[in-house]
């Protein structure tokens, strides 16, 4: 059996503040998913807002939220990591902010990696139906 560990680096996934939990298959609008679970937290150096240092518990965790990031196939099956990412608050300018990860732009679904497979493929002399699926 795979440990997580080696999930993770056989898909590309190079951040350390990810856990993966578990995986399934689930049927999302007539397409077969493959999905992976997993948690992201970590304790935050300062506050994005304001850049105030995390000293004396200043920034606390603040519940979680569940995101959905989609990757490339994986065999015949779509990819989709379903991350419940960890919410902060500041106590210095009382705004909140989420746990971020490398492997997509902020507020953004697509990660990085497809992003550049979809760029590669527009380089190439394909049809916009077949770079689409």
């Not at 210095?92 to 997509?104: D, G, K, R, V, Y």
């Amino acid at each position: 059996m795979c440990s997580k560990t080696s999930i993770t680096e056989i898909l590309g996934i190079n951040d350390t503040n990810l856990e993966i939990l578990g995986n399934s298959k689930k049927i999302i609008k007539g397409v077969e998913y493959t999905v992976l679970s997993g948690r992201l937290t970590y304790t935050p150096n300062y506050c994005p807002k304001c850049r105030c240092k995390n000293e004396k518990y200043d920034i606390v965790k603040n519940g979680s939220q569940t995101v959905k990031v989609l990757f490339n196939r994986v065999n015949v099956n779509p990819l989709l990591l379903i991350i419940k990412k960890q919410r902060f608050y500041c106590k210095h300018c009382e705004a909140t902010f989420m746990a971020e990860t490398p492997l997509t732009d902020k507020g953004c679904f697509i990660s990085r990696d497809v992003k550049k497979l979809i760029v590669l493929n527009l380089c190439e002399m394909k049809s916009m139906s077949l770079i689409a699926r």
